[in-house]
């Protein structure tokens, strides 16, 4: 370290910008540690270099949650969103997932200054190429500017810029995402202090002016007429401002393609990494599903100051006289410009198994890992581990308890779960069917569930929480007025026969009558008296969804219940899988490597079978029995 | 690393030949110190080896056998395995496993070997339970059963229905998760369709239970009548056997006398009941309660009737209480001269079958109540010898809550309520047939949703 300079000392030190990062160290800094976030470039703080839209199935509820307990994501989108779409609403409120298409250029430049004004925290583009670590715990980083800062806590962020090298057609370029630099220094050095590294892969399709597109052959996809906001601090939001456009492609798309598929990289065996399943290139999709005759593709804009395309649904490797060939022979794409070819990247990432619950690394102390460094993908997924990575890197070195989320709690619980315990083979994406309890942990009850815990914490504002104990008291009054006013048969014969539902004999409670499918909250209003109140949109919501859905959210809380009992049945660190008789070797190996916490955690390790949990159980039972002949003795 | 263990593998006690089983990592080691083949080359894998078992601490030998060594994984246990057959003499097996033991194996807790091999991943759960079943087989159709599970021909079934609703689940979770995609819109009407389908295997496979549980268990047969009328005749004749007391003197069977017989090989309880007449005999008295009590259990009832005798009061009580049951009526001692009303029981007891026989002294009509008992196992169809049966209380239980989970989803779908909703019904049903088999939800539905549909962007 003689040779290098001093430049400061910060509590929490964040190297990377983007979705994980800036709510890492947006986090940090509102929890009052002093803290500073690097970037190769400060252009790509809050980068949107893939997909111009935030939310989603599952993700909708991620961002949601990152809201509730005071992150920025949910804060940002309300306030760069061009379009908002509700979706699933034909389905029940448990899966309505909201999604909102983003001005880009807007989403980066209202986070970067939020970060600007955020107080303890800075910013700095500086590319990082080492860790400090003194007796297996960090203590710093190392600059490339010569330079280093040390650190109480260091949250490694670095999205796809580690090692990225970009792949189009049979061209393969060193480089990081949208055309920045890459981070191979850190990568070689993140090895060298013992963190194994791997490799992943993703991509993402062709953007093209809007000007060479003709939209008269394409189905025009408009935002939703009552317009959601995504943050709970909201209650409504401005207009919508563009549309998206619905499109095909077509046999010969497919047959450009296939006469191509030998110039992919992705077929070439260049590439190494991993790829996700849920997000297929263009090629993968014709080679995989080769009897489907089109795939869908939507074309979406980057933002209001621009006149760039996104063509959603075509991400390739091809190369570019390749991607202009196929794009060209779709419907209204015949005369496109491509402003940005298509191309697959591939970057080097942790096994998340290689992490604790509350994200730290397990080989390092206080050094704390979050985003697609972690294997996930996808913006909210990467802001959510950001998020709390950022929290809990702030209790660490306060000498807190970690907050961790469990899956029966939040979306974020079940993701880190999953990522931590499961581990992934293939970048990690968030969808309603990996939680177990989606009844219950909704998007419009994220407030309710998380705001408290993040309030005590320090992270949630004042101003949060006060708006969160308003609405819950609002809500609770509604439920219960609801569950009294009772009305006649007489006075609702009309309102039942325009809903189309069936007529009553005796008087009944409107609350009784929300259950009826037919029957929404808004539509009670037409029989309501003066004393309905008039709720927001996020209490409105809570309310109906509390009153239709009560006896199914009965039964899932009976569920959660038995899932607690496993929860429960504590493992201790320390225990030596290794001595437990009958435990199958790769059950043993799993065991020792992931050291799960408690018995319901184990059971959701891969290779860890019912028969070993029996197992397991048994020999707690037998260490119980023990301990209790001890103490009889 | 498990300790190897051993254990006499046969049934204890004398007999032709006895079998000591050792398995574990150092079965071969354990071996090799006691035991000495004639041909002096060591054990191989799978091959009979004769010669002697010798104490090393002694220097005696204990006895002459023949050794078959068995190398992991494929076993029983999938761990190594040696057999030791020995003369089945008490002193022989245990002088063996005393040596055995004494070299660094342990005694294997009953059943621990089927616990291994389900541990080791060998056996499903289902398999396992076949496994204790065909130890405890009681006849030879039982045993049939418990080797068809052990088979895998149950499970199979199970993993059959599970398949299917996999199906289902995939097409509702691609619908919620993927509202954007270009997929088929799962409708109402498809969905209660293939709901059906799943109700209707498992309707199908739980329909075999009565039959599963009354061959594994035995079909409760409780035989009443008044005193004196042949009961006895008949379970001594059904048994083969003099083990009730046979008199003239009414009430000789003063207790229920309970004993198991196959039939065609269906195991039979059958229990032979003191009378149900008035008494002051406080001995008979208990005895008669005793008499209800099985007889309200029981899966069939043989009812006795002395055709040479009128009906009378005590004949009249019991058939109040037979009405509605599954019965035989066995009307005995058709070769005196018929004095009792056929009619008026025929017309009393519409679900009877009426025999006629002549049980003390010739036996006839004996093969009809066999032939009876047979149809009512059967539910009166020809036996399948393919079908799978349901034997299990545990596996009973499951496949009902599963039926009922469907059931529900069903209802929940003529409703139109929302996906996610009936989504958790058709996954607990998914839950709960896996749980027959020992298997755990994990990834199956995520894994088949990807493989299945073009997704993404």
């Not at chain 1, 209202?110 to 970060?115: A, G, N, R, V």
């Not at chain 1, 600059?143 to 580690?162: C, E, M, P, Q, R």
């Not at chain 1, 009992?565 to 437990?580: A, M, P, R, V």
């Not at chain 2, 088949?448 to 962007?457: M, Y």
Request: with cysteine.
């Amino acid at each position: 370290m003689e040779d290098k300079i001093l430049m400061g000392h910060y509590d929490v030190a964040v190297i990377g910008a983007g979705h994980a990062g800036c709510e890492a160290a947006l986090a940090a800094a509102r929890m009052g540690k002093k803290t500073i976030m690097f970037s190769i470039n400060l252009e790509a703080v809050a980068m949107m270099p893939c997909n111009p839209s935030i939310g989603g199935t599952g993700k909708g509820h991620l961002v949601r949650e990152i809201d509730a307990l005071g992150g920025e994501m949910g804060i940002n989108i309300d306030k760069a969103f061009i379009q908002t779409k509700m979706l699933n609403t034909a389905k029940g409120p448990a899966v309505h997932s909201l999604r909102a298409q983003a001005d880009k250029h807007k989403y980066h430049t209202e986070m970067k200054k939020t970060i600007e004004n955020t107080p303890n925290l800075d910013m700095k583009q500086c590319e990082i190429v080492d860790i400090l670590v003194e007796d297996g715990k960090v203590c710093g980083v190392v600059t490339k500017l010569n330079s280093y800062y040390t650190a109480d806590a260091v949250i490694l962020a670095t999205g796809t810029f580690l090692r990225g090298k970009i792949f189009v057609g049979s061209t393969v370029t060193s480089s990081g995402p949208n055309g920045l630099a890459p981070s191979n220094e850190l990568a070689d050095n993140l090895k060298k202090h013992g963190i194994p590294l791997r490799r992943f892969k993703t991509g993402t399709p062709a953007r093209c002016l809007g000007s060479s597109l003709d939209y008269s052959k394409m189905t025009e996809q408009k935002g939703d007429e009552e317009r959601v906001p995504f943050s709970f601090l909201n209650d409504e939001l401005g207009e919508n401002q563009a549309s998206c456009w619905l499109t095909y492609t077509n046999e010969e798309t497919h047959g450009v393609i296939r006469a191509n598929f030998h110039r992919s990289a992705l077929f070439g065996g260049q590439i190494e990494g991993i790829g996700p399943r849920y997000c297929p290139s263009i090629e993968d999709k014709v080679n995989r599903f080769a009897d489907k005759k089109r795939h869908q593709l939507f074309v979406e804009p980057e933002g209001l100051d621009t006149d760039e395309m996104y063509i959603q649904g075509m991400s390739s490797s091809l190369p570019e006289d390749v991607q202009e060939a196929f794009y060209k022979t779709i419907p209204g794409l015949e005369n496109l410009r491509i402003t940005r070819p298509a191309y697959a990247i591939e970057y080097d990432c942790i096994n998340p198994q290689d992490l604790k619950l509350s994200l730290e690394n397990r080989f390092i102390e206080n050094l704390f890992c979050a985003g697609q460094f972690n294997g996930s993908s996808g913006y909210e997924e990467a802001a959510a581990q950001g998020l709390m990575a950022g929290i809990n890197a702030v209790l660490k070195i306060s000498g807190k308890k970690p907050l961790i989320l469990g899956r029966n709690e939040a979306y974020i619980g079940v993701l880190i779960d999953d990522l931590v315990t499961k581990g992934t083979n293939e970048p990690y994406r968030i969808m309603t069917s990996r939680c177990e309890y989606r009844l219950l942990l909704r998007q419009d009850n994220a407030d309710l569930r998380l705001t408290e815990k993040s309030y005590q914490v320090g992270l949630a504002s004042k101003e949060r929480y006060e708006r969160f104990l308003k609405k819950k008291e609002a809500v609770e009054k509604e439920v219960a007025r609801l569950e009294s006013k009772m009305v006649k048969p007489l006075e609702i014969e009309e309102f039942l026969e325009k809903h189309q539902t069936s007529q009553v004999q005796s008087s009944i409670s409107l609350a009784d009558l929300l259950r009826r499918p037919q029957i929404t909250y808004k539509d009670l209003e037409e029989i309501d008296d003066e004393t309905r109140p008039n709720l927001a949109y996020h209490a409105a919501t809570q309310v109906e969804v509390q009153i239709k859905y009560d006896g199914y959210i009965k039964k899932q809380l009976q569920q959660i219940e038995r899932f607690n009992k496993l929860e429960g049945k504590t493992l201790e660190e320390d225990l030596d899988y290794s001595k437990i008789e009958g435990l199958r070797i790769e059950a043993m190996q799993k065991l020792s490597q992931i050291k799960p916490g408690s018995i319901g955690q184990a059971s959701r390790i891969s290779g860890v079978s019912p028969a070993d949990i029996n197992v397991l159980l048994i020999y707690l039972e037998k260490q119980r029995r023990k301990a209790e002949d001890g103490k009889a003795n | 690393m498990e300790k190897t263990i051993a254990a006499i593998a046969t049934s204890f006690g004398e007999g032709g030949i006895s079998i000591i089983r050792i398995s574990g990592d150092e079965a071969y080691e354990i071996v090799g110190k006691i035991f000495v083949p004639k041909s002096g080359k060591p054990l191989a894998n799978r091959r009979m080896t004769y010669g002697k078992i010798v104490d090393p601490k002694t220097g005696e030998s204990v006895d002459e056998v023949l050794a078959v060594y068995t190398k992991a994984p494929h076993t029983y246990t999938t761990e190594d395995v040696v057999e030791i057959n020995c003369h089945g003499s008490v002193v022989s097996q245990r002088r063996i496993l005393e040596v055995v033991l004494e070299n660094g194996a342990r005694l294997a807790e009953p059943g621990e070997f089927t616990k291994r091999a389900f541990l080791n991943g060998r056996l499903d759960l289902s398999q396992a339970e076949a496994v204790i079943d065909l130890i405890k087989a009681k006849s030879v159709k039982t045993f049939d059963v418990a080797m068809d599970q052990l088979e895998g021909r149950f499970s199979t079934e199970i993993k059959n229905i599970r398949k299917l609703i996999l199906d289902i689940l995939v097409n509702v979770t691609v619908n919620i998760d993927y509202p954007d995609e270009d997929i088929e819109q799962l409708t109402y009407e498809n969905l209660e369709k293939n709901l059906y389908e799943v109700k209707e295997e498992i309707e199908k496979l739980l329909s075999t239970s009565d039959t599963g549980r009354i061959i594994k268990e035995g079909l409760n047969v409780a035989i009443i009548g008044k005193p004196n009328v042949g009961k006895s005749s008949l379970m001594n004749a059904l048994l083969n056997e003099e083990r009730a007391i046979v008199t003239d003197i009414a009430g000789t069977t003063r207790d229920t006398i309970e004993e198991m017989v196959n039939i065609r090989d269906i195991p039979v309880k059958l229990t032979d009941t003191a009378g149900i007449r008035d008494t002051q005999d406080v001995i008979e008295k208990i005895g008669i309660e005793k008499s209800k009590a099985s007889f309200n259990s029981a899966d069939l009832v043989i009812f006795v009737v002395d055709s040479s005798s009128p009906l009378d009061e005590e004949d009249d009580r019991i058939i109040s209480l037979l009405e509605d049951r599954q019965v035989i009526v066995i009307y005995n001692k058709v070769d005196l001269a018929e004095k009792a009303d056929l009619g008026y029981i025929q017309g009393k007891l519409t679900k009877a079958t009426i025999l006629k026989t002549s049980l003390t002294n010739n036996l006839k009509g004996l093969d009809q109540v066999k032939d009876k008992i047979v149809e009512l196992v059967y539910g009166g169809k020809v036996k399948q010898e393919d079908s799978v049966l349901v034997t299990n209380v545990r596996h009973k239980n499951l496949l009902d809550e599963g039926l009922k989970s469907i059931t529900d989803a069903i209802e929940m779908t003529k409703m139109h309520q929302a996906l996610e909703l009936i989504e958790i019904d058709i996954n607990n049903s998914y839950e709960l047939l896996g749980q027959i088999i020992g298997e755990a939800v994990a990834e199956d539905i995520i894994n088949e949703v990807f493989s299945r549909f073009c997704l993404g962007k």
